[in-house]
């Protein structure tokens, strides 16, 4: 593995050289060294979906099950997010087959 892109167009270029007068030689192409992680921006935003579309789920598994504890889409909301940290305080917990099985 190459530890900077300068780096390996070096070797790339050396290899080249020594290579000039074979007729089968065939350049490797470089490494990309860029834009191969998920920025910070795009996992937050991404971590967002998750929790809206989970907090939508469980609000329409609990509210008619369980309307005292699911009151709004805010407790769900708040539920989700606690939940997906692992936190888990036990203050919120559907009691539905449904919304007891959705992954989390």
């Not at 050289?17 to 834009?35: C, I, S």
């Not at 469980?58 to 936190?87: C, G, K, R, W």
Request: proline share 8%; net charge negative.
């Amino acid at each position: 593995t190459f530890h900077s892109p300068s780096t390996a167009k070096r070797v790339h270029e050396v290899s080249k050289e020594g290579r000039k007068e074979d007729p089968y030689y065939m350049p490797l192409p470089l490494p990309k060294t860029h834009h191969t992680k998920l920025s910070l921006d795009c996992k937050l935003s991404l971590d967002r979906c998750y929790i809206f579309i989970y907090s939508g789920l469980i609000y329409q598994v609990e509210h008619s099950v369980n309307p005292e504890v699911f009151t709004t889409f805010l407790d769900a909301v708040y539920f989700s997010v606690v939940t997906m940290t692992t936190v888990g305080f036990g203050d919120v917990i559907p009691i539905s087959d449904g919304g007891d099985s959705l992954p989390y």
